[in-house]
């Protein structure tokens, strides 16, 4: 009932949660949004009943696509809303299936890509519907600065006055595009908050397929996980205050003006008080990755910078993230002067690769993405548990092969969610669920590489069987004319040039399904998942 109340709150008044922690001027609520609140666009909510009925906050109902060809190879995607702590779901998601098209020797090539995000948004949800709006596109224009490039195998043939001219492998241009792009988003942003009604921020992770390889960049604390037979190998890395301790520290200590006279750059083992004055307490600095003795002094009793454990763990007492978009008006509680949090956060994404073209890859291969609302109460190995569980449950329903993504998507999603019991949300083994959103793609591996190796040996693309990636899945075969591939006959050792000539898919047009959502641990009467 309390929850209810709140959302009625929320949506009559809007949420407080949304606006004050930024300590915006009041001109900032004056400002339209560049974007109207939206869940993906291929969920295809397209009113705003059909985007509320999403968000109550004490039903917590899980939402799928309608179409279960709505992403690439029948990927899954599952997403739920909070428990209350804020008015929308704040997470945001992004499908992209494109091209780079170069122009080479008077004819035009294409490399296809398909590229997967997610988008953790906090203090409200207009940064986290700008990027997945726009990232994709400032992505795909960084590929194309450096398509020539990719074709030639890193080499810049459009230069030869440098005396070196060394080549730069495909891996670091695609590696430096995803980088480069990360930084002029994010910069992008922070120019729109100025013109648009834009609060807060979003972690951001991408899953880029391309040229044989994935490529997972990450730039926040969501996370993605290569899940293969019950076992789990980390695709990306959480940044915290406590995992960048050393990088935060750093700036602290060079630039101590931008702590104000509130904070220190140093970490206590404790914190001292004033009776602590003259005795020793053991401290770390940024350069120390091990603990030393230090006297306390006066200057000791500012609060340190980087403080807690964990998920607790917060910079400047304000925010538990150091990494992602936006937050360019965010500042840290104060009373003297005015502190900004943003010289020591940073855009900047780790990225990680896979070789999938060389990589021995199998039905039980699968991505998972997913935002920190999953991970913060399942393992990573439990993660892989239910993928591993899940495939072989399916494993032999011919025709409900093309759910199984989706289904597991939605039980990794009930999982974190649990269910409500006694006005507390509880996992099934009767330990805390989270209350946060949670956002969850699980994405298979196998057919994107036999699509890749198809296009790359000239063979013309069938959908039918790259789309679903095991033979075990029933499919009705589309008109190959409308989708075929050309490309020219090569060897082994051919230049992407010569081999990824590919005409651009359209979107597919099966008529869609009926609403998939799952709520609580039963599925809606309408929907197309069959019973396991």
Known sequence: MLGRFRSAIYNAIGNPEEEGTLHSSPTHSQLRPKYQYQRPTFLKLETNDEIQVTADHSVRPIIVPRDVNALPWNSGYAETINAGKSRHNEDQACVREGRISVVVGGRITHIPYTLFSVFDGHAGAGCAVAASNDLWQVIQAKLENVGPQLLSEGKDTSDSSWPTNRPV??????????????????????????????????????????????????????????????????????????????????????????LGDEYTCLEYSRKPNRRDIGSRILYRDAHMTGWAYKVVQEADMKFPMVYGEGKRSRLLATIGVTRGFGDHD??????????????????QPEVRVLDIEHEMVTNDDILVLGTDGLWDVVSNDEVAAIVQRGLTAWDNES?????????????????????????????????????????????????????????????????????????????EKPDCNQHTSTCDNVNKHSSPEETLVQSEHGAREEPATDDVNKEADTVEPDTVVPDK
């Open 169 to 258: 492998s495909t891996e670091s241009l695609i590696i430096g595009a995803l980088e480069t792009a990360f930084w002029e988003a994010d910069q992008f942003i922070g120019e729109e908050k100025k013109v648009y009604h834009m609060p807060g921020g979003c972690t951001v992770l991408v899953a880029l397929f391309i040229l044989g390889k994935l490529y997972v960049a990450n730039s926040g604390d969501s996370r993605a996980v290569l899940c293969r037979q019950s076992r789990a190998y980390p695709m990306s890395f959480d940044f915290t205050p406590v995992t960048e301790r050393q990088r935060l520290q750093t700036i602290g200590r060079l630039q101590p003006h931008l």
């Open 330 to 347: 965010l500042r840290a509680q104060s009373q003297n002067g005015t502190i900004y949090i943003k010289p020591f956060l940073t855009p």
């Open 399 to 475: 025709r409900a092969g093309k759910y199984r993504y989706i289904t597991l998507a939605q039980d990794l999603v009930m999982s974190a969610r649990g269910k409500l019991k006694e006005r507390n949300w509880k996992r099934s083994n009767n330990s805390p669920a989270t209350i946060d959103d949670i956002s969850v793609f699980v994405i298979p591996v196998l057919p994107y590489k036999e699509e890749y190796l198809i296009l790359k040996n000239g063979e013309p693309l069938d959908n039918s069987r790259c789309e679903n990636g095991t033979d075990a899945m029933d499919v």
